[in-house]
């Protein structure tokens, strides 16, 4: 079955750190490969949080977290993982990873640019 998993979410104080993962089964992520992290608040839109394409291709950050999150992808693990650092209050969210096939561009985080979707993992930050 296609699918991606993502686990890591938890409630920690300000200034904690989580890592989420996310595991794709089904398929290779050493095929050519885009990977986007999204966050979902409560009554907020889906918003991009970071991404990563194939090779040389820089990864992306939203301003509001670059500094502080890290995007990777372990391909031995098959698995792709977001390293948040300082988190605050505002980084409170259901976050999701999602797949695209590479395509040689930059990755985007345009939600609709994303073929597969996890089920999401509950990040909360709260003292």
């Known amino acids: 079955q296609v699918q991606l998993v993502e686990s890591g979410g938890d409630m920690v104080q300000p200034g904690g750190s989580l890592k989420l993962s996310c595991t794709a089964s089904g398929f290779s992520l050493e095929r050519p490969t885009k990977i986007g992290w999204f966050r979902q608040a409560p009554g907020k839109e889906r918003e991009g949080v970071s991404c990563?394409?194939?090779?040389?291709?820089?990864?992306r950050y939203r301003d509001s977290v670059r500094g502080r999150f890290s995007i990777s992808v372990d391909t031995a693990k098959n698995t792709a993982v977001l390293q948040m650092n300082n988190l605050k209050p505002e980084d409170t969210a259901v976050y999701y990873c999602?797949?695209?096939?590479?395509?040689?561009?930059?990755?985007?985080?345009?939600?609709?640019?994303?073929?597969?979707w996890g089920q999401g993992t509950q990040v909360t930050v709260s003292s």
């Open positions: 990563i394409g194939a090779g040389a291709l820089p990864a």
């Open positions: 999602a797949w695209a096939p590479g395509d040689g561009l930059l990755c985007s985080h345009d939600a609709r640019d994303y073929d597969l």
